[in-house]
């Protein structure tokens, strides 16, 4: 489950390490500071349920930066990755991804 | 095995809808190696993308203890490697993992449903077996019996000539060292 204050490990070669939840980003919505960065969640800790009835956990909650359009900010991505991102139309991260599970 | 359902097709009112249905896999649990139903169980991603599946939470639960399943007594992985549930038969083939989906042909699928109840009787039937003479009384004395015959009666599988040659079929003669006896040598001190 992550909310605000959760550390989220950065799954990309963006220079960004650890990143911390402070709200969930309404889309289209413009931030504000420049410090305050968006990223979109590739796996988490807790279980998502899938329609076919499969539940899925990761290792640990992981996200990877990105800018307005949803393009990821690095140019490589590490670990694997729910499927559920083609889905929300990331397409650019989930071709970058070693592994989409 | 199972054949691939890609697309099937819905029919609601004046408009049709396309559904792609996954493809349905039998798996097996990591820990107890029991199979895993779809609907069933929770799937763990490690960090290096390495699946592990779990049949229910017990297995779950076992596995974040860092059990290891060989050790823990009532999984297939235990009983396998103690010799207690049969290891290797040839209808263990027949359940390998194969990743080509295979072209739905009519006549294919209804044999191998047909198949697959037989080689599943066969196979219960011969580790129904196994634990049957596993469990059966009297293994060492069996077995003791086992290697008289064979001390006795190796002649009958080969020639005491060839015997002699090839050492490998003999048991191991054992040599026993007899101090001679020298009682009369031994002349009593002179008084």
């Known amino acids: ?101 | 095995m199972i054949s691939d359902i890609v697309n099937v097709i819905f029919y609601l009112g004046n408009c049709v809808l396309l559904v792609n249905l996954r493809r349905m896999r039998l798996e097996k649990c990591w820990f107890c190696s029991s199979t895993v139903y779809p609907g069933h169980g929770i799937q763990f991603v490690r960090n290096d993308a390495k699946i592990f599946r779990f049949c229910r939470s017990k297995c779950h639960k076992n596995f974040k203890m860092k059990r290891n399943p060989r050790k823990v007594k009532w999984t297939k992985a235990y009983r396998r490697l103690h010799g207690k549930d049969m290891t290797h038969d040839s209808t263990f083939e027949f359940e390998r993992k194969r990743n080509r989906p295979e072209r739905y042909d009519r006549n294919l699928a209804e044999n191998t449903l047909k198949a697959i109840k037989k080689i599943d009787k066969i196979r219960s039937d011969r580790a129904s077996d196994h634990i049957k003479n596993r469990l059966k009384t009297g293994k060492v004395q069996r077995q003791k019996e086992a290697r008289k015959q064979l001390e006795q009666g190796i002649h009958l599988v080969k020639a005491p000539h060839a015997l002699a040659q090839d050492s490998s079929l003999c048991l191991p003669k054992i040599k026993v060292n007899v101090s001679q006896a020298q009682t009369e040598e031994n002349q009593p001190m002179e008084e």
């Open chain 1, 1 to 101: 489950m992550i909310q605000p204050q959760t550390h989220l490990n950065v799954a990309d070669n963006s220079r960004a390490r650890e990143l911390m939840c402070i709200r969930e980003a309404v889309p289209n919505t413009p931030l504000e500071r420049s410090e305050v960065i968006t990223a979109v969640i590739i796996s988490t800790r807790k279980e998502l349920k899938r329609d076919n009835g499969m539940i899925i956990r990761y290792d640990d909650n992981a996200a990877v930066v990105i800018d307005q359009e949803g393009n990821p900010k690095g140019t490589q991505i590490f670990g694997a990755i729910a499927r559920e991102l083609r889905q929300l139309n990331f397409t650019k991260i989930v071709s970058l991804a070693p592994e989409v599970l």
